[in-house]
């Protein structure tokens, strides 16, 4: 949030200094004024698409930062991933030599903390997070 406040007032600076400097332009005709509002305004608006671009992949990633260093613990993500191969319980009790009603714990946290209804939903949010 603070990046994006920061990044605006800059903007905003920038606008002011550009209006500034035409006063004291040259050629500070009405058609020159004119033109250069204009293209004043279309670069503001490329450099505004460009970092809202920028700024949505930066919070996306840290969306993923966090869940990564916060949410899922080791073996939760270990779950989630054999959940995402199609392995039931059972399979994935003998293959990470657990207790079945230990997976069942672990699948209920991964869909808790993924805010998933079903181990399907869990598995397409952690391949859009790019957890697995």
Do not use: C, P, W
């Not at 400097?21 to 505004?48: C, M, P, R």
């Not at 949505?56 to 995402?84: F, W």
Request: cysteine-free; proline content about 0%.
């Amino acid at each position: 949030m603070k990046k994006t406040i920061l990044i605006f007032g800059l903007l905003s600076a920038v606008i002011f200094l550009l209006f500034e400097l035409n006063k004291y332009s040259l050629s500070n005709q009405t058609d020159a004024a004119e033109v250069f509002i204009v293209l004043t305004g279309v670069a503001f608006i490329a450099v505004g698409f460009f970092l809202s671009r920028f700024l949505a992949r930066g919070g996306a990633s840290g969306e993923r930062r966090q869940l990564k260093e916060s949410d899922l613990t080791k073996q939760e993500h270990k779950v989630l991933e054999l959940v995402a191969e199609g392995l039931s319980n059972s399979e994935i009790a003998d293959e990470l030599f657990i207790a079945e009603s230990t997976v069942k714990t672990h699948v209920s946290n991964v869909l808790s903390k993924l805010n998933a209804r079903r181990r399907t939903e869990a598995v397409k949010i952690g391949r859009d997070l790019e957890i697995i």
